[in-house]
């Protein structure tokens, strides 16, 4: 079945960048978009940006362009995604997901969510 | 602030019915962009629980249902239970934003 597996924890301190990794498995990882989303401490979900796995063209949230870096790499179904320049307000747990209900864009599969510390 | 507005909370006892409003704009809902409604408990992923208004994905129980008129959208919960206790959030698409959109969130509490 379709399955999105994410890296582990990470804790960084203000001004670093951060890698998420996503792998992909159960089907052909060029088939559907990946989407990444986030929920700080006490807030809601806030969509980040989406990348296409077939030609790795993305498009970020406004709020997020010139720092969210979205990348894929075919060779092992993992799409990435790097924040740079991090914040406090940027501790969250960071989720990818994906759309597999055809004519829909809906978010049906989820990773299980990387939790991202930013603290000095 | 959220383009997509949500009650912060809402709650009724074990069978009752409960509704959860998400008012959108010109550039989301009213312009025909889809709604869909997402269950969010503590610790886990989100669960896709409507999409396109009322369709549920297999598994989802059909005590859950969904509606959309103008610019907002609803999602029922009748025949509440214990289990149903979570965050629920509306999602579309923000045509002046030119990205996705969450509502704030509604916690459902069962009383």
């Known amino acids: 079945q379709v399955q999105l597996e994410q890296s582990g924890a990470e804790v960084k301190k203000p001004g670093a960048s951060v890698k998420v990794s996503c792998k992909a498995s159960g089907y052909t990882f060029t088939s559907y978009y990946i989407h990444w989303v986030r929920q700080a401490p006490g807030q809601g979900l806030e969509w980040l940006g989406v990348i296409d796995p077939g030609d790795g063209s993305t498009t970020y949230a406004q709020k997020f362009q010139g720092r969210v870096t979205m990348t894929r790499d075919t060779s092992t179904s993992t799409v990435y995604m790097e924040t740079s320049s991090l914040r406090s307000e940027d501790t969250a747990i960071y989720y990818c997901?994906?759309?597999?209900?055809?004519?829909?864009?809906?978010?049906?599969?989820w990773g299980q969510g990387t939790m991202v510390t930013v603290s000095a | 602030q959220s383009v997509l507005t949500q009650p912060p909370s809402v709650s009724g006892a074990p069978g009752q019915r409960v509704t959860i409003s998400c008012t959108g704009s010109s550039s989301n809902i009213g312009a025909g962009y889809d709604v869909h409604w997402y269950q969010h408990l503590p610790g886990t992923a989100p669960k896709l629980l409507m999409y396109g208004y009322n369709n549920r994905p297999s598994g989802v129980p059909d005590r859950f249902s969904g509606s959309k008129f103008g610019t907002s959208a609803s999602l029922a919960i009748t025949g509440l239970q214990a289990e149903d206790e979570a965050d629920y959030y509306c999602?579309?698409?923000?045509?002046?934003?030119?990205?996705?959109?969450f509502g704030a969130g509604t916690k459902v509490t069962v009383l």
């Open positions: 999602q579309s698409y923000d045509s002046s934003l030119s990205g996705y959109v």
């Open positions: 997901a994906t759309v597999t209900v055809t004519g829909w864009d809906a978010f049906d599969i």
